[in-house]
């Protein structure tokens, strides 16, 4: 089984509108999410995490992401979507065993004027 | 803001030819990573370093592949003999001191074709 899932490959939203991107993550000890960006010959820009505490994570840029542990999802929310928002987005997921991240397969964003 | 640097951000090879990738990590993390990123695919892991030797490596960090840190700053990937399946953006990414909360830093990438 896959150990995070983006189940998007695609994400199309208008400017202005809330976006959502999914991800999903194999439960295996106590996980600790990440999401980060790729913008177009760049690196990954770290964006947010989860380690413990309040389920609603804040971070960069204005989104946020929310930790379900019922439903193993760790989706990353903006309330209003900004056409320089358009880029690759990658959850990621760090054991309690080991320290490298497990990414998913990574979902693109595009915001339409 | 420090940030971890990548040298070459583009590097084109024939196969069997070795190839370095550089990176520089932020100065005072003591934990480095390789991960790469085939042409649409997800990111991988390859190999984590700390304290001059390799922590974790995955499968794909097999006998072509070395790491060092040579002189307290740069940390290096090398691949003795390329493939054509070599061919990918690599990463570097470091973080101060291995705790599971922890944020990894990555670098801008280093693109690698091998022809």
């Known amino acids: 089984a896959q150990s995070v899932a983006q189940p998007e490959d695609q994400v199309n939203v208008a400017e202005g509108n809330p976006l959502t991107v999914k991800c999903t993550y194999s439960?295996?000890?106590?996980?600790?999410l990440f999401w980060y960006v790729q913008y177009p010959n760049r690196g990954l820009q770290f964006l947010l995490k989860?380690?413990?505490?309040?389920?609603l994570v804040k971070g960069s840029y204005g989104f946020e992401a929310e930790f379900n542990k019922s439903q193993t999802s760790f989706h990353l929310k903006k309330p209003s979507a900004l056409v320089s928002d358009s880029a690759l987005y990658f959850c990621?997921?760090?054991?309690?065993?080991?320290?490298?991240?497990?990414f998913g397969g990574g979902t693109r964003l595009m915001v339409k004027p | 803001e420090p940030e971890v640097t990548q040298t070459p951000s583009h590097q084109v090879t024939q196969m069997g030819q070795e190839v370095i990738l550089r990176c520089v990590p932020i100065?005072?993390?003591?934990?480095f990573y390789w991960y790469r990123q085939i042409l649409g695919q997800k990111v991988e892991f390859l190999v984590s370093?700390?304290?001059?030797?390799?922590?974790?490596k995955s499968e794909i960090f097999d006998d072509q592949f070395s790491v060092e840190r040579p002189d307290g700053s740069n940390f290096t990937l090398k691949i003795r003999s390329t493939k054509l399946e070599d061919s990918a953006m690599y990463f570097c990414a470091s973080f101060v001191s291995g705790g599971f909360g922890e944020t990894q830093y990555f670098g801008p990438g280093t693109r690698l074709l091998v022809l």
């Open positions: 370093f700390y304290n001059n030797e390799i922590s974790e």
């Open positions: 100065s005072n993390h003591l934990y």
């Open positions: 989860y380690i413990t505490g309040d389920n």
């Open positions: 439960v295996s000890g106590n996980p600790y």
């Open positions: 990621a997921k760090r054991e309690n065993a080991g320290n490298m991240l497990t």
